[in-house]
């Protein structure tokens, strides 16, 4: 098999992994594809450290890291005080949380102590001198790939990509952001349709593939990764039947035993149909798809109009944090309202297994689909 984009990333298999784990990242590269870290929240101090773990474990096999760097970092004020930040989270949002949360017998206090910890780190990461920090520490290890998860790359990124002789990607959920994106300059693009896990628009993979590769065609050759709801081999060779020269998944991950998911999350996914996800507002501000669980269902039905990011984060991380650590420990109403994002993929996520596993079921359902397809091709 031969695929160009192999060839500019370093690897043998066109399939990409996001994960907010190092284990993932680590064990997705050594099975051919390339593991990518989602380093959004973590402080620079966290980035450097598991970046040194990454290099230690993956024998010089190629990855990369995924940021969110604010594009108009110019205008992102020095001054942005985390006392501000919450001081401007209404009461009326912390006291829904905090409703939902004792409503399954789950204690409160101390919410606003764990929500100042993460004003700190989302408002070191948007500040100037906090982003650079981290694409610092990122530029400073040997990554193959580095991506923007929001909007398009500022500058520095862009710069820095050049420099390091680093290809830089972005997500796009939208035909128009891609444009802005092949016109910003950037030399990846990965196409996230409603389906995926995490922050997505409302456009289906299935769509937007095509939709974008030919609306970028005319501008620049700029290869294209399909993501949302891919967690087969089979839907890969389709996005790329559909143009697209490989694969960005997420969700699959989240079931296999290398995962940070807990073992009580995981069991919902593997239980879950395709319907038993929501593209809601309610954890970040912006539309994320997510388990549904009471926790999300709380929020549609009653709660209030989610603030903007990073606003709703302050309200929703604490209490899901709280929720995870309780569920994990058997408490019966965090376990009913534990939730995580991922996308409608979690239908055909049904075992779990080892990130090995799933990327050699990739390869192996790859193979037979464009088989399948070959032999309609007839003599
Ligand atoms: C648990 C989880 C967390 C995510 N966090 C981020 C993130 O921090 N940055 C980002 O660029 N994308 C994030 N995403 C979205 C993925 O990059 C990707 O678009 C998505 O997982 C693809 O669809 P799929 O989940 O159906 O594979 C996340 C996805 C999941 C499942």
């Given at each position: 098999m031969e695929f160009p984009i192999c060839t500019t990333l370093g690897i043998e298999f066109p399939l990409l992994a996001f994960s907010h784990c190092r284990d993932v990242v680590v064990e997705v590269s050594k099975a051919g594809g390339m593991g990518v870290l989602?380093?959004?929240?973590?402080t620079p101090e966290t980035l450097a450290i598991e970046l040194d773990w990454i290099d230690a474990q993956i024998g010089g096999l190629p990855y990369g890291v995924d940021l969110i760097v604010p594009n108009k970092m110019a205008t992102?004020?020095?001054?942005?005080?985390e006392a501000d930040m919450l001081a401007a989270v209404p009461a009326g949002h912390k006291k829904f949380a905090g409703d939902v949360l004792a409503n399954h017998d789950i204690q409160t206090s101390n919410m606003d102590q764990e929500a100042l910890a993460k004003a700190e780190i989302i408002g070191n990461n948007l500040r100037v001198s906090g982003a650079a920090k981290l694409l610092e520490i990122a530029f400073s290890h040997p990554i193959r790939l580095i991506v923007n998860a929001l909007g398009t790359p500022p500058e520095i990124m862009l710069d820095m990509g050049k420099e390091h002789g680093v290809p830089v990607g972005a997500l796009v959920g939208a035909r128009q952001q891609a444009i802005e994106q092949v016109k910003a300059g950037v030399d990846v693009l990965i196409v996230a349709g409603?389906?995926?896990?995490g922050h997505c628009g409302d456009v289906s993979t299935m769509v937007l593939v095509p939709e974008v590769c030919e609306a970028i065609a005319p501008l620049r050759e700029v290869p294209v990764l399909a993501a949302g709801g891919i967690v087969t081999g089979r839907q890969m060779a389709a996005t790329m039947a559909m143009g697209a020269a490989g694969v960005w998944a997420g969700?699959?991950?989240?079931?296999?035993?290398?995962?940070?998911?807990?073992g009580s999350v995981k069991d919902k996914m593997i239980s879950a149909?395709?319907?038993?996800?929501i593209r809601s507002r309610?954890?970040?501000?912006k539309h994320s798809r997510q388990l549904r669980s009471p926790w999300t269902e709380a929020w549609e039905k009653d709660g209030p109009e989610p603030l903007p990011m990073p606003l709703q984060s302050l309200v929703a991380e604490p209490a899901l944090a709280r929720i995870a650590k309780l569920a994990e420990g058997g408490h019966a109403g965090a376990k009913e309202l534990d939730t995580y994002w991922v996308g409608q993929g979690v239908g055909l996520m049904n075992t779990r297994d080892s990130v090995r596993n799933v990327v050699f079921g990739f390869k192996k359902d790859y193979v037979e689909a464009c088989e399948r397809l070959v032999k309609y091709l007839g003599d």
């Open positions: 989602g380093a959004a929240n973590m992102q004020d020095e001054s942005l005080n409603t389906e995926a896990g969700s699959v991950w989240l079931t296999t035993h290398e995962a940070e998911t807990s149909g395709s319907r038993d996800t309610s954890r970040t501000g």
